[in-house]
């Protein structure tokens, strides 16, 4: 089905089992609690596998002058040792106008360049990891380092406008901006920064790799089979059918996980010249360069507004960089072109190619670092005005996307910043900073507005009941940790009427139809919207088969009853059993209404007067993001989100060795993700809301909801405890208490 028109009513909405929505188990939590769901590292191989190891490089930019593996070679239980003297040829890198970045070829040990600090240049393989580790330390590598740039601060005048990106422009604009700016009698102009985030996923990058005969075997942890399909395909240079992907769970995406890395295709490759399985491991410290990050951002917000806070100006422009022979960008400047009205716009993003490791999606890309600048720079305003900063947002509501000129699919934002106010108790927050002390504590609230774009992709679908009545779906489609397997359950029983456990979901293998996969919080749509059109279809052959009009059939408890008629599913499908193939094309609904997933965030914030610490005392989210499949994942997205935003705006920074190159707090023993003692009472509400507009579950994406904008409201709060606007992020107490001081 395409979606060429707003969804009508359907089985979804009727709900007669009262499945969807239901705060259900997850369907894989046993197996996971129990340790009966393989991960990539830990899949059972056909034979006995050996085991890999990558050795990086110590320089960020130069080449490989010498190289000996002689040590390493006569190393107990070594059987493979590669340098780029030695590897296997593969296709070069690309190509770079792929449309499907992450389908690319990624040779690994191709030639003596090195590209980026922590890039692969050797690789060691042995009967045990231990033995593969300590072989890796007798690899002798000398380099010819060259001078590189690695900092988007002192780079900023190269910066480069990028090309467009699934579909969206880099830059915007309407009216005449500088002259509307320059003539608003009300005018913020701020400079934000945000740091370089690692995804910090809790399972770390893996592969267990053989061959079936010229066909390889790759289960790794990827977030998008299809992509992993094709760049192995295209780095090994064979035809893409000779290569199968599978990825059954996935501790952990966050974006990360989206391209595949070297252990992939080092194991694989390794595989076929030993004709033994190979396992291959990234360690944490590994990860902050051979997999990407998040890239650092400088922006400027320009706000001009009337003295009765309507904005007439609205300007945001953001630099991020990249990797030298990459061309992603961090698109922190597109985040307001739908969210506030005023006349006058202009949005840019600039990329800055640096000497780095590669750097790419991650956490709510643009969004996660776009939303806190912008709503900070709203909070700014406010403040100049003596506004309530919800009155604000209020003010310059628009009653349709006011860059793309067409209606809104849905728009419950005003009603999420009026439910969190009253459930967060926002008329008793002080409007000027410093009146609320608790001993040396200062404790102040702030809010900030969430919107994260809704995307519909391609996917497809197979389901098939039988003469037990039991229903199996299969799906390319992954599990990153959000939810997949359950929520598509609840919406395959409800569809047909049975018990979950009757429905059998499987998930995370190349050879089953293809989707989308996860990222971009476009997963459940996009891979629910196939499952639900085959099962709608599977609908209509059963209705057939037992001689009732589709359109009088009523699906339940295994049954199907109609025009007098009553038969079990079972039955039914007999012996052969009854399959049914979907598939969801996203038509041209985004293009006729603008598609988003609205928020507001509220934190209360105490901060220490002698120290400058911030501690988050409570915060509230409340969100509007079309139907909800799952009560419980839905919560647990939001709440999850929430608590990065704490991580982003008080802890998060890989901080740069600018003279070396690298991240110098490498593992997260220095890299700060927020633990237990640092997250308080966090709670999340969804507003009820079913938007046809979007695709036929009516549903929008909430995994990286949570994130866009939450950090602004700790930010906001940190402003209105103690005065002190910091700008630059995380906000650290060092930098809080400079504020103070001064």
Known sequence: MEMKQPAGHNALDDNRQGLVGRPLDRVDGVPKVTGRAPYAYEVRAPA?????????????????????????????????????????????????????????????????????????????VAESFEQARAAAQLVRVTYAPERGDYELQKNLAQAQKPKPSNGREPDSASGDFDAAFAAAPVQVDARYTTPVHIH???????????????????????QLLESAQKCVANTLQIPNEKVRILSRYIGGGFGGKLPIYG??????????????????????????????????????????????????????????HTARFDDFYESAAMVGRSLYAAPNRMTKNRVAHLDLPVSDSCRAPGEAVGMPALECAMDELAVQLGMDPIALRLRNEPKQDPEKHIPFSSRQLVACMHEGAKRFGWDLRHTQPGQQREGRWLVGMGMAAASRGNFLRPSKCKVHIDGNGMLTAKMSMTDIGTGSYTVFTQVAA???GLPPAQVSMQLGDSDFPETAGSGGS????SAGSALYDACDKLRTKLAQSAGIDPA???????????????ATLATLAGASGIEADGEI????????????????????????????????????????AGRILNAKTARSQAIGGMIWGVGETLHEEAVLDARHGCFANHDLAEYHVPAHADIPALDAYY????????????????????????????????????????????????????????
């Not at 893996?206 to 010229?214: K, L, P, Q, V």
């Not at 410290?285 to 007439?312: K, P």
């Open 494 to 496: 409800e569809m047909l």
């Open 48 to 124: 006995r596998p050996a085991y890999g190891y990558l050795v990086e490089a110590s320089i960020a930019k130069g080449r490989v002058a010498g190289v000996d593996t002689s040590a390493a070679e006569r190393a107990p239980g070594v059987v493979l040792v590669w340098t780029h003297r030695n590897a296997p040829k593969q296709a070069p890198f690309g190509p770079m106008n792929l449309e499907d970045r992450f389908a690319r070829a990624k040779p690994q040990l191709n030639d003596d360049r090195v590209q980026y600090y922590g890039e692969p240049v050797a690789f060691v």
């Open 522 to 525: 476009f997963g459940a749509a």
């Open 552 to 566: 009088q059939a009523r699906f339940a408890d295994g049954k199907i009853t109609g025009c007098g008629k009553t």
């Open 687 to 742: 507003l009820p809301e079913v938007d046809d507009k979007t695709n036929p579950l009516k549903i929008k994406g909430v995994g990286e909801l949570g994130i866009s904008g939450a950090g602004a409201a700790i930010a906001n709060a940190i402003y209105n405890a103690c005065g002190v606007r910091v700008r630059d992020f995380p906000i650290t107490l060092d930098k809080v208490l400079a504020g103070m001081s001064a």
């Open 200 to 222: 910090a996923q809790m399972e770390p990058h893996a592969s267990t790799a053989w061959w079936e005969g010229d066909r390889v075997v790759v289960n790794c942890s990827s």
């Open 263 to 320: 252990d992939a295709i080092l194991a694989a490759l390794a595989s076929r010249q030993l004709n033994r399985p190979v396992k291959t491991a990234l360690t944490r410290q590994q990860m902050f360069h051979l997999t990407t990050h998040r890239s650092d951002t400088v922006q400027r917000l320009r706000l001009g507004a009337t003295r009765d806070g309507v904005l007439t100006a609205f300007g945001h422009e953001a630099w991020s």
């Open 585 to 624: 094309q996203p038509g041209d609904m985004m293009k006729k209404y603008s598609q988003q997933a609205y928020g507001a965030f509220f934190a209360e914030v105490a901060v220490d007067t002698e120290s400058g610490e911030v501690r988050v005392r409570r915060m509230l989210g409340v969100f509007a």
